[in-house]
């Protein structure tokens, strides 16, 4: 990216209170964007947003809420439009993973891991959309995809299929938003270094062992990928996914 290349750009990103949304979000404000960033826990989100401000002197706002709530759905779109005049990116980074067994998986767990990952995702394009389109100067949206949406992973089929089902939405919403200069495109991590993922001591020795480039991805290897996807550098791409995980996938290793 050149330097500032988001100047007077205004993004809203979900979930990003740590980890690969964090990076996201902080990337983008180092590129002069003004960025809404959302958490659902309210000391990851004004801790995220004040480092942000802090590290780049750029305007980020943090907004406290659940990304899967159709009212703050609205709330982040309009909060966007109050503080920055518009919107032109909307990153749905916002999920949750809820491992279990198939034969047993709670009806709670699957609707709770749908509303999210799926309906949270739909009507933030949604509502983001419907910006961008009253605006008449186009947008982009991005969507979080997994490995797991390509590949079978142990006790996640719930969580797998909303990965697949987010591929299938950008495809779809290229019919719908392409005359409105609209791009929809989806990335897919695999094993990824977050505050998260770190709590296992074994996880970047096991990951590293079985992905082909020697070690999982950073936040910032997904970042950077994210960002191009948003950036004037990619409008004429949509539709599309891009996987991020070292080659894991080309060889599919299990990790247990």
Known sequence: MNPKSFK???????????????????????????????DIDPSLADAAGKRINEETGGSCIA??????????????????VSEFGKLDIAIANAGITLFGDFFTYPEDAFFKVMQLNLGGTFFFA????????????????LFMSSVTGHQAHKDLAA???????LEMLAKNLVIELSEYKINVNTIAPGATLTERTQEDAQYYSTWSQITPMGRPAYSSDIAEA??????????????QSLVIDGGWTCVSPSPF
């Open 8 to 38: 007077n750009k205004v993004a809203v990103v979900t979930g990003a209170g740590q980890g690969i949304g964090f990076e996201i979000c902080r990337q983008l404000a180092l590129e002069g964007a003004a960025v809404i960033l959302n």
């Open 159 to 165: 969580y797998g299929m909303t990965k697949a089902a």
């Open 63 to 80: 907004l406290t809420g659940d990304a899967g709530d159709l009212s703050f759905i609205r709330q982040m779109i309009n909060t966007a």
């Open 226 to 239: 994210a960002l191009f996807l948003v950036s004037d550098k990619a409008k004429h791409i949509t539709g």
């Open 126 to 141: 949604q509502a983001a959309a419907n910006q961008m389109k009253q605006q008449q100067n186009g947008g982009s949206l």
